[in-house]
């Protein structure tokens, strides 16, 4: 039996102004044994890193005047700032 390593990285900057910025990175490893899917677990894994950046970022975003005037400008509709809208 074979153990394969897989591992992603993902990390995003964001503006909050006034030549601030906040970085934050999420890695993540699995195992993968012969016969799974490595793409589809690599996959996985990508989604899961995204999600934890943006879960982590949400609430310095949601308090940031400069990311919460951006978001504004660039709804077509007035409405809810919503957490899909970052």
Known sequence: ??????SVSYSRKFNLGDYESLELGCSLWAQVEDGEDADGI???LYHQ???SVKLA???VLKASEF???KVKSNKKVSGD???SDW
């Open 67 to 69: 990311q919460i005037n």
């Open 81 to 83: 700032i919503n957490e």
């Open 42 to 44: 690599t996959q996985f």
């Open 49 to 51: 890193a995204k999600a």
């Open 57 to 59: 970022a949400m609430p």
């Open 1 to 6: 039996m074979k153990f394969t390593t897989v």
